[in-house]
């Protein structure tokens, strides 16, 4: 245990769509008002990163010509690191683009996009529409004991995100598109690499889940906080996307 939360931002620059910086910046003010100390390293073209030197990694959300730029670069030179972060068990959390690069491959039209192959998934272009909207999808971090919490946000993606057989989605989609429109499946979570398609940025709309991420990465049990206001933006994602809250705000 360490009051300690170290998260290696990984190309925040480039991979930041739809304000996805925000997640850090709750990460950063959550922990912190618990006193934990949190340091905030990027990682950027040609670094490469420590797997030992961060509780948390975080690959944001991008276009696609900014998920081939980092792609090359991500396969190159974090590739490894990455997945021996994972197998010790630090969290690696992927939205949206972020997400679709934790996986085998992206294929968009003629060219196949590499992915880190943290999951077995791999993500299509198909012909259609973008999957674009307001989304919910219900998810039980803690199995089957833990009761079912709701995630709230925004997705836009033109990809279609196939999970392998044996891997598990994050959460099962209320309302919205979710991974590919079909499956009534949404993200990706194998232990602690988890990936989802929800911006908005996803934790100040649930901050429940910035929480959940804080006391894994650091064995901390965190205090609970005044979340009035917090609550209300998560409520309010809630009702834009059609699945309002009955009784509790969560
Ligand atoms: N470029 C990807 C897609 O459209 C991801 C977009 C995003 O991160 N919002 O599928």
């Known amino acids: 245990m360490a009051d300690l939360l170290r998260i290696c931002a990984l190309y925040p620059d480039v991979m930041n769509i739809y304000a996805d910086?925000?997640?850090?910046?709750?990460?950063?003010?959550?922990a912190g008002w618990r006193g934990i100390e949190v340091v905030i390293t990027p990682a950027g073209f040609g670094?490469?990163?420590?797997?030992?030197?961060?509780?948390?990694?975080?690959?944001?959300g991008g276009q696609d010509r900014d998920?081939?730029?980092?792609?090359k670069d991500l396969v190159e030179t974090k590739r490894d690191a990455l997945h021996a972060a994972a197998d010790r068990g630090a969290l690696v959390l992927g939205i949206c683009g972020g997400f679709q690069l934790l996986g085998h491959v992206y294929e968009l039209g003629?060219?196949?996009?590499?992915g880190l192959g943290l999951v077995d998934l791999k993500t299509v272009r198909e012909d259609g529409p973008r999957l674009i909207g307001n989304v919910a999808i219900e998810v039980e971090l803690?199995?089957?004991?833990?009761?079912p919490r709701v995630l709230a946000g925004f997705e836009n993606h033109g990809g279609r995100t196939h999970l392998g057989t044996?891997?598990?989605?994050?959460?099962?989609v209320l309302k919205g598109h979710g991974n590919d429109g079909r499956s009534g499946s949404e993200g990706v979570r194998r232990d602690g690499v988890i990936g989802t398609y929800l911006h908005g940025p996803l934790l100040p709309k649930n901050t429940?889940?910035?929480?959940?991420?804080?006391s894994r990465a650091t064995g901390v049990e965190l205090a609970p906080l005044d979340d009035r206001?917090?609550?209300?933006?998560?409520?309010?994602?809630?009702?834009?996307?059609?699945?309002?809250?009955?009784?509790?705000?969560?």
Do not use: K, M, T
């Open 110 to 114: 003629d060219d196949e996009i590499p």
């Open 208 to 214: 429940w889940f910035a929480d959940w991420l804080i």
């Open 229 to 250: 206001l917090e609550d209300a933006a998560h409520a309010s994602a809630r009702r834009a996307a059609g699945v309002s809250a009955v009784g509790s705000p969560n």
């Open 142 to 147: 803690d199995g089957p004991s833990g009761r």
């Open 21 to 30: 910086r925000g997640n850090l910046l709750v990460l950063e003010r959550r």
């Open 166 to 172: 044996g891997e598990q989605p994050l959460g099962r």
């Open 67 to 71: 998920q081939v730029l980092c792609a």
């Open 47 to 60: 670094d490469r990163v420590d797997p030992d030197a961060h509780d948390l990694f975080y690959l944001g």
